[in-house]
Structure formats: C-alpha cells, structure tokens
C-alpha cells in the first residue's frame, strides 16, 4: 500500500473576507458562521483533508479572492 | 528577607521609595555590572543564571523567560532566516493594556532604571543591537523616561522610547513588534515574534515587570531569585488589587502568597464581595468561595478557575449588578477589536449587543442560549487572543454570577449601587473597521 502526504487546510483569518466560496466547494470540512465567516468542522485555524477530498480543497484555496487559505503538505 | 524587592519601601513614611535617579537607582539596588553578550549563536551566559531563576514572564503568559530567550538566540542563529537583519530586537511592554491594571505606571515612575537594566541585560543575553520601551501613547511619564534614558551613557544598546496608541490590543507582542517596525500596532497572525517579528527580526517581548526582575536576577544571579516564591513560578510579582477593598494598588508579594493575605494587605473587602475578577478584561471571574483558598500563584489560581494574566485582582461590590458591569467591559472590548478578523469585528459587538440586554432586563431564556453560541462562535478563529479574552471574561462572569442571570430573567436586579466600578478609558461605541488609522 502505498503512502500520501497528509494535506492540512490553513486559514488567515486577518485575510478572510467573507466570501463563503470555500464552504460551497468543502461542505464536508467547512460551514459558515452567522456573518458569512468560514468554521473549520473539527475546530481552528487548520485542518486535515482526506485524502478524498485534496482535489476539492486545492479548488478552494485557488477560489478564495483574498487568498486567505493555504494549502501544506506532510508526510 | 525582604519581599520588596522592585519596589523597596521607605521605612519612614511606609511608601515605595522614588529611585528614578540614577544615584538613587544605584544606591538601592547598586550597579549592574557587565553583562556578557551572546556569541556563536548561544545565549550569554546570563542565561544559565536566568533558567536558574525560574523567572517565567509577567505580562499574562508566564512563560518561562529563559526558553523564550534561548528561542530569540536560536531564530537568529537559523540558517534559513539569518541575514544582515536579522540580529535580534529587545522590546519592552509597559503599556499596561488592560485598564484595571497599574502595575507599569508604578514600576516606571519608582524604578525606571531597573526597567532599563532589564533591558540592558536581555539585549545583551540574547545579542540585540536594538531595544525599545513602549508606554502608550498620553502616558505622563514620557518625559521623564526619555530623560533617563538620556542619562544612561554607557548603555552597551541605545533604548528608544516609543509610544503606540493607546488601544487594547496594541500591547499584544506581535501588535508591538509591528508598531516598532511598520508603525501600524494590530495583532500580527502567522509568526511568532521570537521568529520574526520586528520587520522580520527575532524580536524578544518582555513585560516591564520580568524585565525588572532580569535586572535583579543580573545583580544577585538565580538561586537568590528563587529563594521567594512558588517552586513553580519563583519570585516576587506584582498584584494590582482593586475593587471593594479598603486600601486598593499596587502591591508586590512572593508569588503563592494566600489570597486572603494578599487582600489582608490591601485592607480587606470593604462589604460584600461574591466574585472577583481575575487578569483584567482578558481573564477570569471567580467565586469569592473559590479564591479565598486559593494562592496567588498561576496553577493554584487556575485550578480556582481565575487567570493570573498580568496580575490583576479586582473585588466586585456585591451591591453592584455584574451583568451591567460585564456588559460595560464587553462593549468596550468589542470596540478595541482591531477589526481584522471576522468573528472578532463582528462577533464582539453581538455579545455587546446581547449583553446590554441581559443586563437591561430584556433577555428571554432563548436570547441567553444565543449568548453561549455566538461566545463559542468567536474562540479559536481568531488571529490573536483577543476574542478568546472576551469570551472567557464573559462567560465566567455569567457562571459566577449566574443567579443574578436567574433575576433578570425574570426582570429583575438585586443591585441596590450604582455600578460603573470597572475602569474603563474613553469608551468607543462604533467598532473600528478594519485597521483604521487609529492603530498608527
């Protein structure tokens, strides 16, 4: 079997606007708060993608105008 | 052995004696001496004297000050950041950001010396070529600090004085990294200062207080330090005390004093108390039940379910309503939101909102379960801690004085004073956009 690099999903909070296109393209991972701002399900600033769902959260980070989500990889 | 040690007393008149010159400053406490700088990415060896110590910080963390040294040293010895810039940057916070606290205007007008001392002996332990003094901007003392500061020719490291706003968060360590670096004084998200804070640089905060016992601890090295004092978090501290107590200040005691001597010092409550507030408007409500066993040393007053913070107890009147004096404290801290991130700049001024009710009798039990969501909706989201700080505050207050929550929902108050006993500065009702210009 092989190994994948485990991808966390990290928001800048400083930088979100409230655009809400991350909750649309991750429902599974992210909804919004009463005024629109991103909420991690499992808490936080950052959060673990399965593996299922990298492709979903590559389009976020890239969908997000004010470039507030970043994408990193560990093994 | 004497306790008073940042602040002596006169033994005529029993006041804290005034050694802000510095033939006073040198009579009392005597001279610094030499201390050695870093070199070869290592600390100087002030360090090992410093870990001895077990000094932790004084500002709210009490965090170990050695490790956080060791950890300036190691940034700036790290291949990856290390350039022309990157040696490290000294800052000192007496900008006493939380209202209740007075702790900082007294260090300053008794024993600025020692203060610079401190910041002497940091800067040289972990190699700074640049060191700062933040008071905030309007603080009396300017003139005299710069005059001091004049008078210290053989200073190994020039301090310059610099005075941010005078905002809540601006006395954060990454919104005073910031200030000295780009004049803008919010919260920073990302870094951390002892990586890269001021304009990139490893930058060392410390707290006027810890900065005060480093010069100490450079004159009579660790053991001496750690003769007073919880094991855990030696030394002496500082405790504003204030509220319903007969004789409130600042006062300096070895830390694990018993609260009830602690207070017995200010003069006991003057009436009823049922809580008090612990850390300032960032900290802890605690039940007067609670406290009164506890001692004043950080996981003795969190097992109590209070906060040290930067030491500040203040004693709630019982004949005050606590909801009005909670919602007054909530709406100013919504309005010292920097306004960068969401939950902060709009969660805050909900709670406000929310609170405000409470207190006015015009909550039902549906309004109050909106209050436990929005105070769970701003914790962890935020880029500093000051939405965390609110919402504890806030919720602690509403457990501590959950009977009087009872009265007014039911449309009453047993308040039988006028409340408006919290300090508060100039309050600012509309919430600040997004870093407004009041920030510089």
């Known amino acids: 079997m092989s190994t994948h690099d485990q991808r966390t999903l990290h928001l800048d909070p400083t930088l979100c606007d409230a655009h809400g296109f991350c909750a649309e393209l991750l429902p599974e991972l992210i909804h919004l708060d009463e005024w629109g701002y991103p909420i991690f399900t499992a808490g936080g600033l950052a959060t673990d993608i399965p593996h299922g769902l990298t492709s979903e959260a590559k389009r976020a980070v890239t969908a997000c105008p004010v470039g507030a989500l970043r994408l990193t990889k560990h093994a | 052995m004497s306790t008073h040690r940042l602040l ?3 033994p005529q008149t029993g006041r804290v004696r005034d050694l802000r010159t510095p033939t006073a400053h040198i009579g009392a406490f005597g001279p610094l001496g030499t201390v050695r700088s870093a070199a070869h990415g290592k600390p100087g060896p002030l360090i090992e004297e410093i870990a ?13 000050t050695a490790r956080k040294m060791e950890a300036v040293v190691a940034s700036a010895a790290d291949r990856r950041t290390r350039s022309p810039g990157s040696r490290p940057v000294v800052i000192a916070n007496a900008m006493e950001g939380e209202p209740a606290s007075g702790k900082d205007a007294v260090l300053l007008a008794h024993v600025p010396h020692l203060i610079l001392d401190g910041i002497q002996a940091a800067a040289a332990t972990v190699g700074a070529t640049d060191a700062y003094l933040a008071v905030h901007r309007g603080t009396p003392s300017v003139k005299m600090l710069e005059h001091a500061i004049g008078e210290r020719r053989s200073d190994a490291v020039r301090v310059e004085l610099i005075t941010p706003p005078a905002r809540y968060v601006a006395s954060e360590e990454s919104a005073l990294a910031h200030w000295a670096g ?4 919010t919260p920073v998200f990302g870094d951390r200062p002892f990586e890269r804070g001021m304009n990139g640089r490893p930058t060392l905060v410390q707290n006027a207080e810890t900065l005060a016992h480093l010069g100490l601890i450079a004159r009579h090295g660790g053991a001496w330090f750690a003769e007073v004092g919880d094991p855990e978090a030696p030394g002496t501290t500082l405790v504003s005390v204030g509220g319903r107590v007969r004789q409130p200040g600042v006062i300096e005691v070895p830390t694990g004093t018993p609260v009830a001597d602690l207070l017995a010092r200010c003069g006991d409550t003057d009436g009823p108390v049922e809580g008090f507030l612990t850390g300032g408007y ?6 007067s039940e609670a406290l009164s066993s506890a001692a004043w040393a950080p996981a003795q007053v969190r097992d109590a379910g209070g906060v040290i913070g930067a030491g500040i107890l203040w004693a709630l009147d019982a004949q005050v309503c606590p909801l009005h004096e909670i919602a007054r404290v909530a709406a100013y801290m919504a309005g010292e939101s920097a306004g960068q991130c969401g939950p902060c700049r709009f969660g805050l001024p909900s709670l406000a909102d929310d609170l405000e009710d409470l207190a006015g009798g015009a909550c039902t039990s549906d309004d109050l379960a909106r209050i436990g969501e929005r105070l769970s909706l701003v914790v962890n989201r935020g880029g500093c801690k000051h939405p965390d700080g609110t919402a504890r505050f806030v919720s602690t207050g509403l457990a501590v004085f959950e009977a009087e929550v009872s009265e007014h929902l039911r449309g009453g108050c047993t308040a039988t004073r006028p409340g408006h006993t919290l300090p508060l500065p100039k309050a600012r009702k509309t919430p600040v956009k997004r870093a407004g210009k009041d920030f510089k």
């Open chain 2, 8 to 10: 002596p007393i006169d």
């Open chain 2, 52 to 64: 001895a110590s077990g000094l932790r910080g004084r500002g709210g963390g009490w965090f170990p």
């Open chain 2, 182 to 185: 780009d004049g803008v004084a």
């Open chain 2, 282 to 287: 960032g900290g802890a409500w605690v039940t």
